[in-house]
């Protein structure tokens, strides 16, 4: 007989955001209930951010080495151990898997129950043995790699970010189909480390971001080595002798690609499949669950967050979580601000934004300026070697901050100042009067200010008011 279970909450997944709502709510002595099927911190421990970054980690320091002798030191090239690499890349997540699991949450007061769930009606969900009748459910599902249709690719071998980091060898030849975040990030990872890399993209690479910034992202890419083929439609996929093909056509024509590996980085798919939210009476799209501004579904009893709810990065994940429990635990009104939310993708050089891009920002913006600032301005940037960047900052009425964009390295650090600065509104006079340390990446924000405010040097009122109080000694 099902074991009846009375929560005030129901979170449904271990993930950065089911984690986030749970550890909260328990924290204030809410009951919590926490159903989860697979590895408790979800993708972004156990195959996403973690190892990715880890990986990233590890070909910076490869480069490093290669770039030695532009600094006067004297370094052969790298040998690269990929088995003490991949081991290091697992320390890492068991490291940080204490956490996120089972223990800990017990520990905390929440009930995890480790099965799948489902929705029996609009107030149910059965979870194993249990039945879990909650005041309020959080669906927190997450997402999965999607898998493309393309004709031979079920049939042949082929890796995905849950199983790439198992590998023991390092790729002779990757291939990567999707010249998006992930796939890109990977690519420039796997070259750095020594491998040859070729990516395919039906569309423009990094086509979701900022054109200018994206440009300058590329131009290195290229220059390290990664061939990239973007606006070409893949026909088909074969295992081959050395591996993989891949049978392509482009505008040029018909061509083929070979390699020793297929990472498959072309989106993610949606992680609720099992739910039946049919029989909750729950709305969902074909990506995620629909949800309004509070992230409430259209069962009033149920909210969704994080990648269930169109989410795109942990950190807006927890940000999710917070907005939930502000409603569920003290009944205060909540409503996402997206365009809080920054947004970075971690290739070499990384790119960064928040806010508003300047072509979003001349439609609902009109009269707002772009200012622009290269790293080669920056003295931290030169003694540094760091090469080709550029920061644009982008500016409405009376120098208000509507929006960052930064392309090169540290990005994804800078990005944090100007987060700030578009979450409480401020404006460019509040980063003139801050002082910035020298020498540092972040004075590329501060001359962006004082660049904005310069022509005010050339006002002619200006100018006539600094010679009369100069007639005062």
Known sequence: MAKILTPDICVIGGGAAGLSVAAGAAAFGVPVVLVEHGRMGGDCLNYGCVPSKALIAAAKHAEAVRKAAEFGIAASGPVIDYERLTARIQSVIEAIAPHDSVERFTGLGVEVIEATARFVDDRTIAAGDHLIRARRFVIATGSSPAIPPIPGLAETPFLTNETLFALKHLPRHLVVIGAGAVGLEMAGAHRRLGADVTVVDSAAALSGQDPELAAVVLEHVRAEGT????????RSVAAAESGVRLLCESDDGAFEIEGSDLLVAAGRGPGHGSLDLDAAGIRHGQKHIEVGADLRTSNRRVYAVGDA??????????????????????????????????????????????????ERAQEIAPGARTVRVDY????????????????????????????????????????NLWAFAVANRLTLNHFQTYVAPYPTLSEIGKQAAISYYSPMARNRLLRTVIRFLRNFG
């Open 227 to 234: 061939i990239l083929h973007e606006h070409t439609r893949i």
């Open 376 to 415: 080669s301005d920056n003295d931290r940037s030169r003694t540094d070697g760091l090469g080709r960047g550029l920061i644009k900052i982008v500016v409405g009425r009376r120098g208000r901050v509507l929006g960052a964009g930064i392309a090169g390295p540290g990005a994804g650090e800078m990005i």
């Open 309 to 358: 709810a169109g989410g795109l990065f942990t950190h807006q994940a927890s940000y999710h979580a917070r907005l939930v429990l502000q409603q569920i635990i003290f009944r205060l009104p909540a409503r996402e601000r997206p365009a809080i939310v920054p947004r970075v993708v971690f290739t070499a050089p990384e790119l960064a934004q928040v806010g508003l891009t300047a």
